[in-house]
């Protein structure tokens, strides 16, 4: 049964410190995107890769924000320094994109990290 | 810009018997697609039911079915036979073809009474 995997799935820091979160996307899938979830706005897009290329990371604020994927099974989301306002759910997504087309599918999340910065 | 609209924060069923969630969308797009997610306590986030746009058929997923409402933009999700497994936020999304963005409306809690 393949799924979308994400580590850790609770983390718990102290303001200013670095945090990261990791996605395993479905074997052969290849679009990644990064939400966050918070009571006040709901599900925000933060950033989306294709072939592992960020296409859009406008969502994200990119002076302590940033995205990767070193490879194409695993996608990184790094904060640093983190602060209280950051607290959410971070959830990681992927999706099937045929090749030279746009996105129809799907997008299987997995289980999210709850982040809590103190 | 893009909208979806969930105008029930809250709904309430009583086991087995059947309730519909609204959703209301607005998209400048031809062609889309329109989804229910379920999200349960556990966060995970689960597809429910997935509608093509040029689909005039409402789909349908064993307990779960849709009434497409192209003309009007809505999109509601019909549940019946509730099970208190049912119990969850439920989210209604657009998708325009073209784009990868998901526009999620907030979502409705729905309880199961026993």
């Known amino acids: 049964d393949a799924r979308v995997t994400q580590t850790p799935r609770h983390k718990v820091t102290e303001m200013g410190q670095e945090v990261t979160m990791r996605c395993q996307p479905i074997?052969?899938?290849?679009?990644v995107f990064w939400y966050r979830q918070t009571m006040m706005q709901g599900l925000e897009l933060l950033a989306y890769f294709r072939n592992r290329a960020p296409l859009d990371d406008s969502g994200m604020p990119k002076d302590r924000f940033s995205a990767e994927m070193p490879d194409a099974t695993l996608a990184t989301l790094k904060i640093q320094p983190s602060e209280p306002r950051d607290s959410a759910v971070y959830f990681c997504?992927?999706?099937?994109?045929?090749?030279?087309?746009?996105?129809?599918?799907?997008?299987?999340f997995g289980p999210g990290t709850r982040l809590t910065v103190l | 810009a893009q909208t979806v609209t969930q105008s029930q924060p809250e709904m309430s069923v009583q086991e087995a018997e059947t309730v519909t969630l609204s959703c209301t969308y607005d998209?400048?797009?031809?062609?889309?697609?329109l989804f229910w997610y379920k999200q349960p306590p556990s966060r995970q986030m689960i597809l429910v039911i997935r509608?093509?746009?040029?689909?005039?058929q409402n789909a349908t997923e064993n307990r779960f079915s849709v009434n497409f409402q192209k003309a009007a933009k809505s999109f509601s999700l019909k549940i019946s036979d509730s099970q208190l497994g049912d119990a969850a936020m439920y989210f209604c999304?657009?998708?325009?073809?073209?784009?990868?963005?998901?526009?999620f409306g907030t979502g409705t809690r729905l309880k199961v009474l026993a």
């Open positions: 999304a657009s998708f325009p073809s073209g784009t990868y963005k998901y526009i």
């Open positions: 509608q093509e746009a040029y689909k005039q």
């Open positions: 998209t400048s797009e031809s062609d889309y697609y």
């Open positions: 997504a992927s999706g099937l994109v045929p090749s030279g087309r746009p996105p129809t599918d799907t997008q299987y």
């Open positions: 074997l052969g899938h290849n679009t």
